[in-house]
């Protein structure tokens, strides 16, 4: 957003009429005033009990910030804000993220895998704003937590909210490929695909992976595979969201990357390894570029008028001066 003025003349004969004021008071008013003495002759002066001149001052200051006020309210101030109105839909994309306790794994960087991914969807949905992102959760069952959206606050908002091991111990991939099938299946989007983030095989639910990716695949939509950590003993660290029990050590993280291959050849897809953080971030690229979709886009600009604050705050200025003049003061100054 940003300030702007649709009469600026307005606003620039408001300041010259200031400035003559103020000039003209401050040259001819020996002119156009004369002294009064409010007292017995020969006695003591009057005085009030507080400080008049300043009140008049202020007074005076308050007039004029009410008749700059006007003349800016005259000059038609706005907010001006540009937003962009796509043309074209963009592709529906279905995140299904592995949320079981091996996603805890500290070998992305220092990050956990859970919190890498999460990370990196939150990335891929601001940089394409016209694509609708879903997104569902693995562990020993899968549920799906948002169906695909343009909403990035809800996105980001559910993403945040997810915790590892809430959905169980286990990893059922075929039953989180199973529900980003289901929910992909009515879109109508020209580009639709399914990416699956894991670290691990499947050995939970009751549909096969293989099945519900060759269901993708009949589908039109695209599958992505993205086999994530690496093999060995490595560092855990995460709180059980049942229990509210923090659990730390080490697991022999056993990578099955044959497997995972197996469910992206099912499907039509592509399975792609990310070992670190930097081999992820390149998986996220690669999808990026290929399941790009036409975004045809025109900006339309609105303008918010301003003018009603400020006659309000200029007919307070003008008339409390007065007010307190004739009610408190009884007319004096």
């Not at 699956?196 to 096969?208: F, K, P, Q, R």
């Amino acid at each position: 957003m940003r300030p702007g003025l649709e009469r600026p003349l307005a606003l620039a004969a408001g300041i010259l009429a200031l400035v003559l004021i103020a000039a003209g008071r401050r040259f001819f008013r020996g002119l156009l005033s004369a002294e009064f003495p409010l007292g017995p002759p020969g006695g003591r002066p009057f005085k009030p009990a507080f400080n008049a001149g300043f009140l008049v001052r202020a007074f005076r200051w308050m007039e004029c910030a009410g008749i700059f006020l006007l003349f800016v309210a005259a000059s038609g101030p706005e907010l001006l804000s540009t937003r962009r109105i796509w043309l074209d839909r963009g592709a529906d994309i279905f995140f299904v993220i592995d949320a079981s306790p091996s996603m805890a794994g500290l070998d992305i960087d220092g990050k956990s895998r859970f919190d890498a991914a999460r990370d990196l969807i939150a990335d891929f949905a601001l940089n394409r704003p016209s694509d609708a992102i879903g997104l569902a959760a693995l562990g020993e069952d899968a549920a799906l937590i948002l169906p695909p959206t343009i909403d990035r606050e809800l996105l980001l908002e559910r993403l945040g909210s997810l915790r590892i091991g809430e959905l169980g111990d286990g990893t059922a991939l075929g039953m989180g490929l199973s529900v980003a099938a289901l929910h992909i299946r009515g879109s109508g989007a020209r580009h639709r695909a399914v990416v699956l983030i894991t670290d691990g095989e499947n050995n939970a639910g009751s549909v096969h992976p293989e099945t519900a990716a060759a269901a993708i695949r009949e589908q039109g939509a695209g599958l992505w595979v993205i086999g994530l950590g690496s093999s060995g003993e490595v560092p855990v660290d995460y709180v059980d969201p049942v229990l509210n029990v923090r659990r730390t050590g080490f697991f022999e993280s056993r990578f099955d990357s044959e497997s995972l291959r197996a469910i992206a050849r099912k499907g039509g897809g592509t399975y792609i390894a990310a070992p670190s953080g930097a081999a992820f971030a390149s998986a996220f690229e690669r999808l990026d570029r290929s399941e790009l979709a036409v975004r045809r886009f025109a900006p339309v600009s609105r303008k918010q008028d301003l003018s009603a604050p400020l006659i309000l705050a200029a007919l307070a200025c003008l008339f409390i001066p007065r007010l307190f003049r004739r009610w408190y003061l009884g007319a004096l100054l």
